[in-house]
């Protein structure tokens, strides 16, 4: 597995890693399930481990996920071998007693999410830990304060935040607080602004959502997702399925018996500068295995590049009329 400078910290990273939100095991939010089945516990700290040995060294978690379930079964999978991972988690979100969401990176609340993600993680530092939340001007700076207090004695390594918006970006890079950028980007999604900014400032980027809420992954291509009426994923459907999820099958001009559309969908974040290492949620060994063929595989071509750019524009043309 090839690794890639997570900017300027001084950490290398997999160019592939593993997004923990669906080893957390089912949660219910607000009154909807997040749509994650409950994969079992031995079977995620299996699948982490498992997933090392292919030669993933980083892993991305939060407080939020499984409301803690996640960062337990990623601590106790990197147990006799955390030297071998990169692990990242996320503050600014919890789960209330009754279900509900609740967002609060405040002054008073950071370091009680620091010390219960290390806790569960079961370890005494934390090599990325990021805002899950926009930041709030005002508290910002007296939290900021203390997570850089916190990276001093080495709780943590990098700080930063996951994020679309790149005035949040700016606004905590102003504090001294950004060393990496979690984002969404994919070939519908290519987020230029936050791309390039991570690319000029030497941060780390690290990508989600590089399938596109699943449209990009090729498996609803010709049949389409079914989500119970209080699964959380239904927000996503705009219109009927099988015709939202059917438009993004144009790309299958692109396909070759070397590159399904799952590695064409990470190979064109792969050749982007913004991009320093993508973290799918894959629930299976084989979802790793195939993400890392795409890191095997020769770039895109100009050609490759330009045509991908003229199907975009085809379905953006199709949704807007």
Not at 39 to 64: M, P, S, W
Not at 114 to 121: A, K, M, N, P, Q
Not at 222 to 236: A, G, L, V
Not at 295 to 319: G, K, S
Request: aromatic share 8%.
């Amino acid at each position: 597995m090839k690794r890639r400078p997570l900017g300027k910290t001084g950490i290398s990273v997999s160019e592939i890693g593993v997004g923990a939100w669906q080893l957390g095991g089912p949660l219910v939010l607000d009154g909807k399930v997040d749509g994650h089945p409950e994969l079992g516990h031995d079977y995620c700290v299996k699948l982490i481990r498992d997933a090392g040995d292919l030669g993933i060294n980083f892993i991305d978690t939060a407080e939020q996920y499984g409301n803690g379930e996640s960062e337990r079964r990623v601590g106790e999978a990197l147990e006799g071998r955390r030297d071998q991972w990169i692990i990242g988690s996320k503050f600014g979100y919890q789960v209330g007693p009754n279900g509900e969401r609740l967002m609060d990176a405040s002054p008073a609340r950071v370091p009680i999410s620091l010390e219960g993600s290390l806790r569960r993680l079961k370890t005494d530092c934390i090599d990325i830990y990021v805002y899950h939340i926009p930041p709030i001007p005002g508290d910002a700076e007296k939290a900021v304060e203390f997570l850089l207090k916190a990276k001093q004695q080495g709780k943590v390594r990098a700080l930063g935040i996951s994020t679309n918006n790149l005035e949040h970006v700016e606004y905590l890079n102003s504090l001294g607080c950004v060393d990496v950028v979690q984002y969404p980007k994919n070939i519908m999604e290519p987020a230029r602004d936050i791309s390039a900014w991570v690319a000029a400032h030497n941060a780390g980027g690290v990508i989600r959502g590089a399938f596109f809420n699943g449209r990009l992954s090729g498996r609803y291509f010709h049949k389409p997702p079914t989500f119970s009426p209080d699964d959380i994923r239904q927000r996503i459907v705009k219109e009927d399925p099988g015709t939202e999820f059917a438009r993004y099958a144009v790309f299958e001009e692109m396909l070759t018996p070397e590159r399904g559309m799952i590695q064409l969908a990470l190979r064109y974040l792969l050749d982007d500068p913004g991009t320093t290492t993508i973290i799918p949620g894959g629930k299976s060994l084989e979802d790793y295995k195939a993400a890392i063929r795409a890191t095997e595989i020769p770039p895109l071509t100009e050609a490759e590049q330009n045509r991908i750019v003229e199907l975009r524009d085809e379905i953006i043309a199709a949704v807007a009329t």
